[in-house]
């Protein structure tokens, strides 16, 4: 599930994809070429003031993005209140669901060794949480909420996201 809408690159030797090993694209849909590891890229200004606002819209509403069970019991507590509201009156899925997401990837960004990164990979360009520039361990914050939300699953982010958390700080 691509944030990015994934454009044609023209190699000319040089920036962030120079000397990068691809194989070609097939049917994936990526264009002639995907990368055969991921290329990760620093994230663009527009995207940071993004998870800034996803941040202060969690907390403004009592979520503690440091702590995984005020980030679990509100995910759950939206999930619920938009399944039981009048499908006219609910807040649009996908907002909810990259609130979250945001939320999630900041709780990692702050307590382990991953950083915000544009990851493109043979699945497509998504805003992510990687190990520095070599994209050797990447997690789709988006991707971890989605997967959930479709299942209407209850109870997991603190279990999920802890084991994350505790992955990354034995290092």
């Not at 999930?79 to 006219?88: D, I, L, M, Y």
């Amino acid at each position: 599930m691509a944030w990015f809408k994934r454009g044609s690159r023209e190699s000319s030797g040089s920036g962030p994809d120079a000397g990068q090993e691809t194989a070609a694209g097939g049917g994936l849909g990526l264009g002639d070429e995907v990368p055969l590891t991921p290329v990760v890229e620093p994230v663009p200004e527009a995207d940071l003031a993004r998870i800034a606002a996803a941040v202060a819209e969690l907390e403004a509403v009592g979520v503690d993005v440091d702590d995984l069970d005020s980030l679990g019991a509100a995910l759950d507590a939206a999930s619920a209140a938009w399944a039981s509201a009048p499908e006219q009156e609910r807040e649009p899925h996908d907002r909810i669901i990259e609130r979250f997401a945001l939320g999630i990837g900041e709780h990692l960004h702050r307590h382990t060794d991953l950083r915000w990164q544009v990851v493109t990979d043979a699945f497509g360009t998504d805003l992510a949480v990687a190990d520095g520039m070599r994209g050797d361990f990447v997690v789709v914050p988006l991707n971890l909420v989605a997967v959930r939300w479709l299942r209407r699953e209850q109870g997991w982010l603190p279990g999920v996201v802890g084991h994350l958390v505790r992955r990354r700080t034995v290092r």
